[in-house]
């Protein structure tokens, strides 16, 4: 298992920005697939975002194209999230993912962070 550390959640207002960070323990290039799910409260959790590290493909959740955009920096073994035209239902915990293989599915991940709270005001 590879360790994730999440950061960069916070409150903001609707239709503001925030850049979520994820700190890996090794080469991300060794995760097939890594990204990012959501929960929010009585809801099951969501599969946002994803890049598969051997060619670069990224998978966005049809509720946030357009708005969010994932990359990683590899000289700093760091995924990040940035998320603009933060809406309301965007509120939720978010989970750093890796070693998985489709993001759809949060059981096909095996490495989970601790999460970070992300919360828009309307």
């Known amino acids: 298992q590879v360790q994730l550390v999440e950061s960069g959640g916070g409150l903001v207002q609707a239709g503001g920005s925030l850049r979520l960070s994820c700190a890996t323990s090794?080469?991300?290039?060794?995760?097939?697939?890594m990204g990012w799910h959501r929960q929010a409260p009585g809801k099951e959790y969501e599969g946002v975002s994803c890049?598969?590290?051997?060619?670069?493909?990224?998978y966005y959740a049809d509720s946030v194209r357009g708005r969010f955009i994932i990359s990683s920096d590899k000289a700093k073994n760091t995924l990040y999230l940035q998320m603009d035209s933060l809406k309301p239902e965007d509120t939720a915990v978010y989970y750093c993912v890796a070693d998985g293989s489709n993001c759809r599915k949060a059981s096909s991940f095996g490495s989970w962070g601790q999460g970070t709270q992300v919360t828009v005001s309307s």
């Open positions: 090794r080469s991300i290039f060794s995760s097939s697939t």
């Open positions: 890049i598969t590290t051997s060619d670069g493909y990224t």
